[in-house]
Each structure stands twice: as C-alpha cells, then as structure tokens.
C-alpha cells in the first residue's frame, strides 16, 4: 500500500512539474514614477542619462508626475526561440540599435545571452516633439497631466498653408509659429499644444500641462487642449489631405478617452464658435459677433455646430470604439 501512495505522490509531482507554466524572462521596461522621484535619480538607476530619459520618453522639462510611465533601459535575458526582430518590436527599438547597442556582428543570439535593450528615441527639436499616431498614442497615455482639461479646440493655422509644407520642415515651421506668436502677438509661448501636417504628423508644441493662448478666449483657453492644423480649409483653398484627415480624428478620439469626454459641442470645439473680442461662446448665432471661419469652412464638412454633429463627432466616436476594442 505505502509503495502505491508514493508511486502516486511522485506522479502528481510530475505532473506538476511538466504542466507548470516557464517562467518567461520578460522584463518590463516601463517605469511607474513614484512620490519623490527625479529625472537624475531613474537616470542613475538604469545607468542611462537625463538626456536619453527625455528624448525617449519626449519630456519637454525635468517635470515629473505621479503614475507617469517612463521606458527606461534594461537587461533581457534571451529564451530559446527568440530572435533580434521579436526582441526589437516587444521593447520598441530596432535590430540595428540592439546590435550597435551590444556590439553583436550579426543577428545570431543564443539562449541565455544578456543584452542591453534601450529604447527608442522620439524625434525632438527643443520643445517640440515630433510623432506618428502610434507613436503620440503611447507618449498621450503614459502621461499624467496637473490641470483639468475638459475642452478640445479645433484650428486651422490658415498660414502656414500647404504651399509651405515640403514635407520635411516640420520643425521649422513650428519654430515660425513660435516667432510670430511671441514677437508678434505677444504670447508667452507657441499658442496650441499640438499641431498636425499634412503628412498625418503630429507635434506636442506648447506643453499639455499650460493652457493655450490665442483670441478663443480665456474660458475656452482655461480648460482647452489647442489643436492647431496646419493647413487653409477655408473652401476654395487646401484640400485636406487623407493622412491628415485621418490624423485629426485620431488624435481627438484619444484625447477624448484620456480625458474622459463625450464628442459634443461642449467637449469639441470650433474656434468659429467663439466671439474673438469678448471670448464668448456664440456657436452659429455669429451675427454682431466678430468671429472667425477656423477651422475653416471646408473643415469636415464645414464650420457650422451642424456640420461638426453630422460630419465629425461621429468619426471620433467610431474611433473612440475602434481604440477602445483594441485596447482591450
């Protein structure tokens, strides 16, 4: 009988032994900033600089906020069936980064071989942070922001136009709105917190954290992410192009389930629905009221609270259910 009980025991031990699941080498490389953290400190631990944590993670100052994520730098152990190309896209870097990174001659790893993963790096110019949707998805929601933000504005820059773009001066575009919004309106600052291209770009230009400035008004400002689109969609003049269509409704619907709104006149707005003067909000009764066509009366269908409701709100709130379904 006892050699039955034990034969049974070792059984059941085997089979535990063979069912349990391998422990996977995965590392995060994603860290939660906790009260107290500094930039020099998560630098120092992940034996990485200030400048390579800023230019991953596209901060615009040494701020930080709790609950924000930061991809740091980290050692992976590789696991049997791994390869350069997996590696490269579980970590978001390339191939060629890894082996410049480990000095490897070739794409052959071996099992249990170290490397050191650092991440890849966003494509800043000074404050400005140049992105794909892909990219300003992971940077909008590894973020933490310190004021209330209830309010997304829709611009249109009118000029620059899209006879200025040569889809390559991003940057110096940016740096010329800049100029005339300091020199010349005498802001203290870019005035919006994104811009997109023509080319589906997107750049974070005044940090989220300020409010914007611009004739929208205080009360629109206060609580408002300014989105500036580059380009004339006044009809008759740019034709908005696929990428930037596509950019525009992208980026509201995130913004939208970050901060948790509902596409609606009260959660998206149009600069044409603001009097320029006193910053009230007249929305279509514009006679006696000095306004603006921004963003244009091509924009989606045209300017019009009408148009916005029929033409643009439901594309955010498709897309909105599209983020969310993969999100999940």
């Known amino acids: 009988m006892k050699k039955y009980v034990a034969l049974l025991l070792c059984l059941i031990l085997i089979m535990q032994i063979n069912t349990k699941p391998t422990q996977a080498a995965y590392q995060s490389n994603i860290y939660v900033v906790k009260s107290g953290d500094t930039l020099p400190q998560i630098a120092k631990k992940y034996s990485t600089s200030v400048k390579n944590l800023k230019l991953t993670n596209g901060l615009q100052s040494d701020l930080l906020m709790i609950g924000q994520k930061l991809e740091v730098p980290i050692i992976y152990i590789v696991e049997p069936g791994d390869t350069l190309s ?23 790893v071996n099992n249990g071989q170290k490397l050191r993963i650092t ?37 249109h820059t009118w000029l620059p136009s899209y006879k200025n773009f040569n889809g390559s001066n991003h940057f110096q575009l940016l740096k010329g709105m800049e100029n005339f919004h300091i020199n010349k309106k005498k802001w203290k600052n870019i005035a919006q917190n994104i811009t997109t291209f023509p080319d589906g770009k997107i750049a974070i230009s005044r940090p989220l954290n300020i409010a914007p400035e611009g ?6 400002n206060s609580v408002g992410i300014a989105i500036e689109n580059v380009g004339n969609f006044d009809l008759g003049h740019d034709v908005m192009t696929k990428e930037q269509k596509e950019t525009i409704v992208y980026i509201t619907a995130l913004l939208s389930i970050k901060f948790g709104l509902t596409p609606s006149i009260d959660s998206i707005t149009y600069h044409h629905w603001w009097d320029m003067k006193t910053g009230q909000r007249v929305l279509n009764k514009i006679a006696g009221h000095t306004v603006k066509s921004c963003p244009g009366t091509g924009f989606f269908g045209g300017s019009t ?21 993969n999100m999940d």
């Open 119 to 155: 991440p890849k790096r966003l494509n800043m110019q000074g404050q400005y942070i140049l992105m794909t949707r892909e990219e300003f998805r992971k940077w909008l929601l590894n973020n933490q922001f310190n004021r209330k933000i209830s309010l997304i504005q829709q611009h």
């Open 305 to 325: 609270t009408t148009s916005a409701k029929k033409y643009f709100y439901p594309l955010v709130t498709r897309k909105m259910q599209e983020i969310r379904t």
């Open 86 to 108: 997996k590696i490269s896209l579980e970590y978001n870097t390339s191939i060629n980064a890894i082996k410049v990174t480990n000095r490897l001659h070739n794409d052959m």
């Open 215 to 220: 004739s929208i008004g205080e009360r629109a």
